[in-house]
C-alpha cells in the first residue's frame, strides 16, 4: 500500500507513527510511507518562532523530533509543495513537476498567514512571520536599523512578534480593530492586565484601530501605516492577524470543506482514502458541538 502524508508538522509526524505502531500491532504488511513537505531539513515549531527570533532560544530547539525519525519509522520524504490532488488517479502533483501514488492520503499541511486586503503589504520592510525564513528574514531587517515596528493584530502571532521586536531593542507599536488585546482568549478585564503587563515592556496599542494603508518611501520600502487620517512612522511591518488552512490545491477534488477540512470520526474526508489532520480540519468543538477550526 502507498501512502502519502502532505505536511511534516505535528499532525503528518503522529499519523506517522500512529501508523507504523498500528501496523505492528496488527501483524499487517508495512506501507510504502512518502511524506511530503515544502522545507529541506527537519520540521520545527512554528509557535517557538518569536523565541527563536528574539534570541531567547537557540533554534536547534525548534526541531519537533530527532534527525532519524524519518528513517526510524521507515518513511522518506520529498522536498516539495503540494501543486494538486487527482483522487480519481490517486495522484498527488508537486511543484517540481513531480508526481506520487497513493492508496492512502493524509492531508496535514497546516496554515498560511491571513493576508487582509490592505494597499502596500507587498513593498520592503512588510513582514510575515510563519516560517523559519521568515524569522530570519526579519531579524536581518531589524538589524539593519529598522527599528520602528508596527505589528498589525493583537493576537497570539501578534502579541508574540511584538514581544520579540521589543526585545530586539525596537520601538513597537501593536494595531488591532477590536478594542483589547488578546480576543479569542481574554474577556476585556484579563486582557487590561496583559495590556498593562505589555506596555511595561515597551510596547505601544493602538486598539480600536485599522491600518487602512502601508506608505512606502521614495526607495520603495516602508515609510509609515495610515490608521484612517492617523499616521505612523515605521520602517518595519509585521503582519500578524491569523491564519487560514492550506488546502488551496484540494479545490475541484471533492473534498468538502468549509471553513476547513470537515471530516468523520476517523479524520477521513468526504473523499474515499483521503483524511486530514491538524490546522487543516475543522474540529468539533466541546463547548458549542459545532465543527470549529483549531489553529492556534
Not at 510504502?32 to 536547534?60: H, I, K, Q, R, W
Request: some cysteine; charged content about 20%.
Amino acid at each position: 500500500m502507498e501512502v502519502v502524508i502532505l505536511g511534516m508538522g505535528a499532525g503528518g509526524l503522529a499519523a506517522l507513527k500512529s501508523l507504523r505502531t498500528t501496523e505492528k500491532e496488527l501483524g499487517v504488511e508495512p506501507a510504502n510511507v512518502t511524506v511530503v513537505a515544502p522545507e529541506e531539513g527537519l520540521p520545527y515549531s512554528l509557535c517557538a518562532l518569536p523565541f527563536s527570533m528574539c534570541g531567547e532560544l537557540d533554534e536547534c530547539y525548534l526541531d519537533r523530533c530527532d534527525p532519524d525519525y524519518l528513517l526510524m519509522n521507515d518513511a522518506k520524504k520529498v522536498s516539495a509543495k503540494v501543486k494538486s490532488v487527482d483522487p480519481k488517479g490517486g495522484l498527488v502533483h508537486l511543484d517540481n513537476g513531480g508526481t506520487l501514488p497513493y492508496d492512502r492520503l493524509l492531508v496535514s499541511t497546516g496554515s498560511l498567514p491571513f493576508v487582509p486586503p490592505v494597499p502596500g503589504l507587498d513593498i520592503e520592510g512588510v513582514h510575515f512571520l510563519a516560517s523559519l525564513l521568515d524569522s530570519h528574514g526579519i531579524r536581518e531587517w531589524v538589524e539593519t536599523g529598522h527599528t520602528r515596528c508596527v505589528v498589525i493584530g493583537a493576537g497570539f502571532v501578534g502579541i508574540e512578534a511584538a514581544v520579540a521586536l521589543a526585545k530586539l531593542g525596537c520601538q513597537v507599536t501593536v494595531v488591532e480593530m477590536l478594542t483589547w488585546v488578546l480576543p479569542r482568549v481574554f474577556d476585556e478585564d484579563v486582557a487590561a492586565i496583559a495590556q498593562k503587563h505589555l506596555e511595561a515592556g515597551g510596547i505601544d496599542f493602538r486598539l480600536g484601530a485599522q491600518v487602512t494603508e502601508v506608505v512606502p518611501c521614495e526607495e520603495g520600502a516602508v515609510e509609515a501605516v495610515m490608521l484612517g487620517e492617523e499616521r505612523i512612522e515605521c520602517d518595519t511591518v509585521v503582519v500578524g492577524i491569523g491564519v487560514r488552512p492550506n488546502i488551496g490545491f484540494l479545490e475541484g477534488t471533492g473534498v468538502e470543506t468549509h471553513h476547513g477540512i470537515l471530516v468523520k470520526d476517523d479524520m477521513q474526508t468526504s473523499v474515499p482514502g483521503i483524511y486530514a489532520a491538524g490546522d487543516v480540519v475543522e474540529v468539533r468543538s466541546r463547548h458549542t458541538g459545532s465543527p470549529t477550526l483549531g489553529a492556534i
